[in-house]
């Protein structure tokens, strides 16, 4: 067991569009939380961990509150999960408007926070508006709350005050036992195909939120996944919609965050939607992106409670796959139904085999017989230049790994090397995994 740091966390707290995101991103490393000027862009919880006057913390950008009569299903799940972030917080940070002053819905979760008997620094945001905060400045203070700071998210003004703020209030981050995550898996797929169902059966809790109405999940969600002696971190990420499609500033936003959790990842769990028939273009385009940035992936067939043995839609589905078979082929597939929980307690296991096979090593003799025979018999050419290879080894990497000697590197293309990674494929099982190449001249 490894020695791991909980870290106290501070919690952005608000209505709707009054600039939590883009404090988050001021206050953050990395700008992870998508900013757009709509209601409701943030709707599941990110994190980051901030340095500041060599004390350590957590910060939590939260869904907006919102305060109507007829609240949708995934607004009042999002009020929820907001509500439980609270009671576990060090300390909350209010955000409130600057420029247009309270509204009811402020007063509304101000009520709210004082009952948490959380430590509370109310943030009016949009401080450059200084004629709109002289006029707004008596409404905050009659939030009764003791401490009150203004900033400007997009200038930065103010923030240097807040930070000194929270790490005086704020506790020492504390020790405990804990792991280091074995891989980092990440889920993708086009909207509504059961990412984020999937992972919380896989976690056994509601992390994500889920919902008929398709880009629920609109930034990556991370969350650890304890399975008996092993770690596992897992993210949800926004659906990637056909290209065509993708005309909103803010599913692009989406889009991109969901190809850099991609590239980041350890593990990749591509979903499609068995019920629709077929394999998308777009679910192609993903697949092959996964093993163009060479990530281990697993395919993930959801829905398929909805198709019945004599289905046209299952003679639909094979004949797509069939025809798509020579990239298919190299990639491990399952059945699985987050409805009816069918494979999914199978999902991990599968995981695990990929990640096995990625990491095994290759008698490099062994290797470098079978394709030196091989290309003895099937000879390779390049404008009918002998292409000759003299070696071939494999080194110790996340992905299988081979360094080739041979007589001309430049003329050692995707064709050639696709061709030895055939060879190789036909007779080590590396099925999921990427093959990498690193092409030497003797």
Not at 66 to 89: G, P, S, Y
Not at 287 to 306: A, H, R, S
Request: charge should be positive; proline fraction near 3%.
């Amino acid at each position: 067991m490894n020695k791991k740091v909980k870290y106290p966390t501070v919690v952005l707290v608000g209505r709707t569009n009054v600039g939590k995101s883009t404090l988050f991103n001021r206050l953050a490393s990395e700008q992870k939380s998508i900013v757009f000027e709509r209601e409701g862009v943030t709707r599941d919880y990110i994190e980051e961990k901030i340095t500041w006057a060599d004390k350590t913390f957590k910060i939590i950008d939260t869904g907006g509150f919102e305060f109507k009569r007829n609240m949708t299903e995934i607004e009042t799940r999002v009020q929820e999960k907001v509500l439980r972030l609270l009671d576990n917080a060090s300390l909350l940070l209010f955000v409130c408007d600057g420029k247009n002053g309270l509204t009811q819905g402020d007063l509304h979760i101000a009520k709210i926070l004082h009952r948490t008997r959380k430590p509370v620094i109310v943030v009016v945001n949009k401080a450059d508006n200084k004629r709109a905060l002289e006029d707004n400045a008596a409404e905050f203070y009659s939030l009764s709350f003791e401490e009150i700071l203004n900033v400007s998210s997009i200038h930065g003004t103010g923030i240097g005050r807040l930070l000194e703020r929270i790490t005086d209030i704020v506790p020492q981050p504390t020790t405990i036992e804990g792991e280091v995550p074995q891989y980092k898996m990440v889920i993708v797929g086009k909207p509504n195909v059961g990412k984020s169902s999937l992972m919380n059966l896989l976690l056994n809790q509601e992390r994500s939120i889920v919902s008929e109405v398709a880009g629920t999940t609109r930034e990556p969600i991370t969350e650890m996944l304890q399975r008996a002696d092993e770690l596992i971190q897992l993210v949800d990420t926004a659906g990637v919609r056909k290209k065509s499609r993708v005309d909103d500033e803010l599913e692009q936003l989406m889009v991109k965050s969901s190809l850099e959790a991609i590239r980041e990842a350890d593990v990749v769990l591509l979903m499609i939607d068995a019920s629709q028939g077929k394999i998308s273009d777009q679910e192609l385009k993903l697949l092959f992106y996964v093993y163009e940035v060479n990530k281990p992936v697993l395919v993930l067939y959801n829905k398929t409670d909805l198709i019945k043995e004599d289905d046209y839609t299952k003679a639909q589905l094979k004949s797509s796959l069939d025809e798509y078979n020579f990239v298919l082929k190299k990639t491990p597939q399952i059945n699985i139904s987050c409805l009816s929980r069918k494979n999914v307690s199978k999902v991990i296991d599968q995981v695990n085999s990929l990640v096995k096979r990625c990491a095994q090593s290759f008698n490099s003799s062994e290797l470098d017989e079978l394709v030196k025979q091989t290309l003895t018999t099937k000879p390779m050419y390049h404008k009918r230049i002998l292409l000759r290879l003299f070696k071939i080894r494999n080194v110790p990497a996340q992905i299988p790994t081979f360094v080739l000697h041979v007589n001309y590197p430049e003329f050692f293309g995707p064709s050639q090397l696709g061709f030895i990674e055939n060879i190789i494929r036909s007779h080590y099982d590396i099925k999921g995994c990427p093959v990498q190449f690193s092409v030497r001249k003797v």
